[in-house]
């Protein structure tokens, strides 16, 4: 059965029901869906983050459906596990506006979203997880650390070094995987696309505003000045919990090198997996690596060696954290 945006509804569906709600944040409702499996017992549970912009709970956004959380809030039901996920601000049945919404405030929000977790009768509250992609691995990260009572943290497609760091990078992969009449005019005109990003950056840092024109587009500046500055490796090495980190050999958004970085970071156990020929959709592309392709991967779903990981780091790990009163 399909799921419905709606608040304050409830359905079933293959693995389990779905319960959709809402938990405040900033003084505003936000709108998300509690995914849980059959069965009267509490379950561990999961806090589902997704990537930056404006993306629903599903994970999606307008022009590319991703639906990464989707896909694993059924994996985990199907497994036992419960989910939370959340419309971000100004998206879905959530108010406010994400270009004006910083990363602190995003912390914020999902900090509110686990306490709504914890305090569910369907979970039990000493083992819970927080699992995030892309920008939701930055977030988990900044989440587990502050809340050092979780039972572990999951990191797709994580990053262990500053937000600018990782947007240089992203734009030296740019060139190899355009069309090879685009790579000819980037050579012929002597385009640095590094040093363009570069040049964009010191224009977003000058900035005052949550919201600026750079380049003639409206951005959401506040996010960026304090992405840019963000290293989430200061996160991670106050997370004793363990880790699981997954990134993908052809990811083009975060340096699959960064697993060992995440490693070594990292306060607790920390399980790392680079998966052949995984991008940074978690689908797996055979062909050459490139953002044009993002579009006919999300067609497929998410990679079942991606959610077989989860699933079974997650369950595993449960099954070893010892109930306590809080559960209860």
């Not at 262990?160 to 740019?174: D, H, K, P």
């Not at 385009?191 to 900035?207: E, Q, R």
């Amino acid at each position: 059965m399909k799921e419905r945006a709606i608040t304050f509804t409830s359905g079933t569906f293959t693995s389990g029901t779905f319960t959709s709600g809402t938990f405040t944040s900033a003084a505003q409702e936000f709108a998300g869906t509690l995914c849980t499996p059959g069965g009267a017992d509490p379950t561990p549970g999961v806090l589902l983050l997704s990537g930056s912009g404006p993306l629903d709970r599903d994970g999606n956004h307008r022009h590319l459906p991703l639906g990464i959380a989707r896909q694993l809030a059924w994996a985990l039901a199907d497994r036992g596990v419960t989910t939370l996920r959340y419309d971000k601000r100004g998206v879905g049945g959530s108010p406010g506006d994400w270009r004006a919404a910083g990363l602190t405030d995003n912390v914020a929000d999902a900090e509110a979203a686990l306490q709504l977790l914890c305090s569910r009768p369907e979970v039990r509250r000493s083992v819970v997880f927080v699992a995030g992609h892309s920008e939701g691995a930055v977030l988990a990260a900044a989440v587990a650390a502050r809340h050092p009572g979780l039972a572990g943290l999951v990191l797709l497609c994580g990053a262990a070094r500053s937000g600018e760091q990782v947007l240089l990078w992203q734009a030296a992969q740019i060139v190899p995987g355009l069309p090879l009449p685009a790579r000819s005019i980037v050579r012929l005109l002597r385009v640095d696309p590094v040093a363009k990003v570069a040049a964009s950056h010191t224009k977003v840092k000058a900035t005052t505003t949550d919201v600026a024109r750079i380049g003639g587009a409206r951005v959401n500046a506040r996010w960026f000045r304090e992405y840019l500055s963000h290293d989430p490796s200061a996160d991670l090495s106050r997370v004793t919990a363990p880790v699981l980190a997954v990134t993908g050999t052809k990811d083009l958004q975060v340096p699959p090198d960064d697993l060992s970085a995440i490693a070594s970071a990292a306060g607790g156990r920390v399980e790392t997996h680079l998966v052949n020929g995984l991008t940074h959709t978690l689908r797996i592309q055979r062909a050459a690596p490139s953002l044009r392709l993002y579009r006919s991967e999300v067609r497929r779903p998410v990679a079942a060696e991606v959610l077989q990981l989860v699933t079974d780091w997650v369950t595993r790990q449960a099954r070893q954290t010892r109930p306590t009163l809080d559960d209860a």
